[in-house]
Structure formats: C-alpha cells, structure tokens
C-alpha cells in the first residue's frame, strides 16, 4: 500500500525531530516533561508540517496508555462516547491518551464532554490546532492544559528533513538521484516551515525527473507559491494584516512591503486596503492630516482596478505612510472621550450650545451663544463642555511640526 513520503519518514524519537528547539531542546520544557514520563493534558498550537502530530506519537509510544486519535473535522460526540465506554475495562488498563487533532472544529459540548475525565487523569488530552487556542478552545479545556506554541521550520532545520528524504528514497528505488546544495536550500525554503511540503516536493520530484540530477528550475516549478501561508478566517490571516499595520507605524517600508506582498499574494485585497486606510489616521493622524485623501486616492484606484495592477497604488500607499511623520493624537484623544462617555460622565448640554427651539420654553435665560467669527482671530472665550466636565482635557498637541504649529497658532490666539 502506498506510504507518502512524510509519513514514511515520520520520527520515531524527539532527537529526530527537526525545529522546536525552544521546547524540544536539552532544556526544554515539552522535553523535560515527555522524559518525566509524567505527561499532562496539553494543547499544541501551531501552523501544520511543524511536527504537532509527530510529538504526539512519540509521547503515546513512551506511555503505558492506550492512544486513541480523533479528528475532530470528521468526529462527534458519539466517537468520544465510544472512548469512554472503554474506560476502566481490559482494553485501556491504563488510562486513554486521547490525541485529538484540530480541536477547534469542535463545538464547546463536544469539547465539555471530555471534562469529567480529563480532570480525574482516566484520559490524557493531547489536543493540536492551527488556530490560536485562546480563542478557539473553552476555558474549562484550556484550564485544564498546558499550551505549547510550535513554530515555523527554519530552513536550515527543514534541510536536515530534506536530505533524510533524498537518501530514504534514493535507497528504496535504487537510483542515485543528486539534490544539488542549491535545489536543496531551495526546498527547504519555499516550504515556508512547512515540512511536509518540503518533504512531498522530494516525492514528486522523484517521480518526474528521468535524469540524474534535480536542477533549480525543477525544484521552483514544484515548489512554487508553496510557502505561503494564508486562512483568510484563521490566525495568517489576522497575523499578516497586523504585521502590516505595525510595519507602516513603525515606519519600516521594506517590512510593509513584504507583507502587503503576502497579502496580495494570498488575493486579500480587501483587507490590505482597510488596514492601510485606517494607518492613515490612527499613526499619522495630525502630523500629515492629507495622509487621508492621498490613501483614499490610491485605496479606491486600487480597488478600481484590481489585482495585478492595484500592487501599485497600495505599494505607494504603503511606502507612504511608512515615510509619513507619526501622532496618534486624536486615537488618544478620542479614546479618552469615549472613556468618559461610557463612564457616564456626560452632563447637561451648556445652555450657550443648546438648540435655539429651546429660546422662550420657560429657561431662566436666552441662549446667549456667542458667534466666534463675530471676534477677532476667529475666537471667543465660551464654556463648550457640559459642566460636569468643565476644564478635562482630551486632546495633547503631538510633537510633530504641523500640531506644534498648531499650537502656537492658537496660543497667541488665546492670550
């Protein structure tokens, strides 16, 4: 029967496992525990091919407990139902290690139903996911477990998978088939930390080259596009659209760049242009206050035309706004007015500011509003906040040279 190459390579011991040195090595804390023998009930988050289901293994192997696996895209209650009717029978005399993949597929019954035997030890969880667990799985599960977060492969660790691959294939087919350094630094990178990609490109390149040698343009016509990562709902998703966010106000193009890069790669259009429009007023802000019509100018060309062509405007766009002087002055200031308002410190309208339908209704006195383009400079001095929050301040001039100016402009005013 047919073996795919990832599986057949599967390790069988936590030195084989490539990557994950941050929990994996001499003192890390997933080693010193399966080594402890004592395992708990854990949750492994992380992308795929990281080696999740793998560590799994290993640690079932290392136990005296019965593994059961469940998926939970295809599983329901009445798999689980079926694992606890062999609790406490010959067939698991020592307890159930319950690995279940994708456990955000299931619902919080599902994953309550577990809770009464995880927590008197009778079965052992161990859960992976791809999605951020703290959202995904229920606090009951989550109280009760240990997380471990698994990382992308480094490329120089996928290497080490890749020729363990060449040699396991070159020595079941009998052929002498040569990965040059390049084809394989190659692999090892496009997989994007994916493993089994890495691993199911040597596959398939030994079912198609007849020469003797494997040559970069065969290597970047299997690999290609192959390390993106991208789940429009799932965590990529959010991660690449915040790293953009961030890039443009830690005023890094390059980085901005590579991850609108991302995104359109990944065809999210959309989401680009509604992080690039909000950076324009929540980083710049008052320190370029045409940063707003300038982005809109390139957000609405871009979505006029569409991709390929819209990689244009929103790289301006980005470079831009990353270029851009930086205040987020009015974020604080309206944060802070919020604040005040959902704390309930509203007050009564000024009766200088009320609506002049009031005049006449029976009010101890007129409106007596005053125009401020009746005085000089534009201004006059008049109570606008209700009087519960007479003199609370808002709004901080940045130190940027457009609010500074500002400033001074409404100083001399004021005096």
């Given at each position: 029967?047919?073996?795919?190459?990832a599986d057949e390579l599967r390790p069988t011991t936590l030195d084989d496992v490539v990557g994950q040195?941050?929990?994996?090595?001499?003192?890390?804390?997933?080693?010193?525990?399966?080594?402890?023998?004592?395992?708990?009930?854990?949750?492994?988050?992380?992308?795929?091919?990281?080696?999740?289901?793998?560590?799994?293994?290993?640690?079932?192997?290392?136990?005296?407990?019965?593994?059961?696996?469940?998926?939970?895209?295809?599983?329901?209650?009445?798999?689980?139902?079926?694992?606890?009717?062999?609790?406490?029978?010959?067939?698991?005399?020592?307890?159930?290690?319950?690995?279940?993949?994708?456990?955000?597929?299931?619902?919080?019954?599902?994953?309550?139903?577990?809770?009464?035997?995880?927590?008197?030890?009778?079965?052992?969880?161990?859960?992976?996911?791809?999605?951020?667990?703290?959202?995904?799985?229920?606090?009951?599960?989550?109280?009760?477990?240990?997380?471990?977060?698994?990382?992308?492969?480094?490329?120089?660790?996928?290497?080490?998978?890749?020729?363990?691959?060449?040699?396991?294939?070159?020595?079941?087919?009998?052929?002498?088939?040569?990965?040059?350094?390049?084809?394989?630094?190659?692999?090892?990178?496009?997989?994007?930390?994916?493993?089994?990609?890495?691993?199911?490109?040597?596959?398939?390149?030994?079912?198609?080259?007849?020469?003797?040698?494997?040559?970069?343009?065969?290597?970047?016509?299997?690999?290609?596009?192959?390390?993106?990562?991208?789940?429009?709902?799932?965590?990529?998703?959010?991660?690449?659209?915040?790293?953009?966010?961030?890039?443009?106000?830690?005023?890094?193009?390059?980085?901005?760049?590579?991850?609108?890069?991302?995104?359109?790669?990944?065809?999210?259009?959309?989401?680009?242009?509604?992080?690039?429009?909000?950076?324009?007023?929540?980083?710049?802000?008052?320190?370029?206050?045409?940063?707003?019509?300038?982005?809109?100018?390139?957000?609405?060309?871009?979505?006029?035309?569409?991709?390929?062509?819209?990689?244009?405007?929103?790289?301006?766009?980005?470079?831009?706004?990353?270029?851009?002087?930086?205040?987020?002055?009015?974020?604080?200031?309206?944060?802070?007015?919020?604040?005040?308002?959902?704390?309930?410190?509203?007050?009564?309208?000024?009766?200088?500011?009320?609506?002049?339908?009031?005049?006449?209704?029976?009010?101890?006195?007129?409106?007596?509003?005053?125009?401020?383009?009746?005085?000089?400079?534009?201004?006059?001095?008049?109570?606008?906040?209700?009087?519960?929050?007479?003199?609370?301040?808002?709004?901080?001039?940045?130190?940027?040279?457009?609010?500074?100016?500002?400033?001074?402009?409404?100083?001399?005013?004021?005096?």
């Amino acid at each position: 029967m047919y073996q795919p190459l990832a599986d057949e390579l599967r390790p069988t011991t936590l030195d084989d496992v490539v990557g994950q040195k941050h929990i994996l090595n001499e003192n890390g804390m997933l080693r010193r525990i399966i080594e402890s023998g004592q395992i708990p009930n854990m949750i492994f988050y992380g992308p795929s091919g990281t080696g999740k289901t793998t560590i799994a293994r290993i640690i079932a192997d290392r136990t005296n407990r019965s593994l059961r696996k469940l998926n939970a895209t295809t599983a329901g209650i009445a798999d689980i139902k079926a694992i606890i009717d062999e609790l406490d029978t010959l067939l698991t005399p020592g307890g159930v290690l319950l690995y279940l993949d994708e456990i955000q597929y299931f619902n919080k019954k599902q994953q309550q139903s577990l809770l009464e035997f995880i927590e008197d030890g009778r079965i052992t969880l161990i859960a992976s996911t791809t999605e951020n667990p703290y959202f995904t799985v229920f606090n009951a599960i989550l109280s009760r477990s240990t997380v471990f977060e698994f990382k992308p492969v480094a490329p120089e660790d996928a290497a080490i998978a890749v020729r363990r691959a060449i040699d396991l294939k070159n020595a079941s087919t009998g052929r002498e088939l040569v990965f040059p350094d390049e084809v394989v630094r190659h692999l090892s990178l496009a997989c994007g930390g994916d493993v089994r990609k890495a691993l199911n490109a040597v596959e398939i390149l030994f079912s198609v080259v007849s020469g003797d040698t494997v040559t970069i343009e065969e290597a970047r016509d299997i690999s290609q596009r192959s390390a993106m990562r991208y789940d429009r709902d799932g965590d990529e998703h959010f991660d690449a659209l915040s790293a953009l966010m961030k890039s443009l106000r830690g005023s890094d193009p390059d980085a901005a760049l590579h991850y609108l890069a991302r995104l359109l790669e990944a065809g999210d259009l959309i989401g680009a242009c509604r992080r690039i429009l909000c950076s324009a007023s929540e980083d710049i802000g008052l320190a370029y206050p045409l940063a707003v019509p300038i982005v809109k100018a390139c957000v609405d060309s871009a979505l006029q035309l569409g991709l390929p062509e819209a990689r244009l405007h929103l790289a301006e766009a980005c470079i831009f706004l990353a270029t851009c002087p930086k205040s987020n002055s009015g974020v604080m200031a309206i944060d802070s007015a919020i604040a005040d308002v959902r704390a309930g410190h509203v007050g009564s309208f000024p009766r200088e500011l009320q609506n002049v339908h009031a005049d006449g209704t029976g009010f101890e006195r007129e409106q007596g509003y005053k125009y401020p383009h009746e005085f000089p400079g534009h201004w006059v001095k008049q109570q606008y906040l209700p009087d519960d929050l007479k003199g609370r301040v808002y709004y901080e001039y940045g130190d940027n040279k457009v609010e500074q100016a500002a400033k001074r402009y409404w100083e001399e005013i004021k005096k």
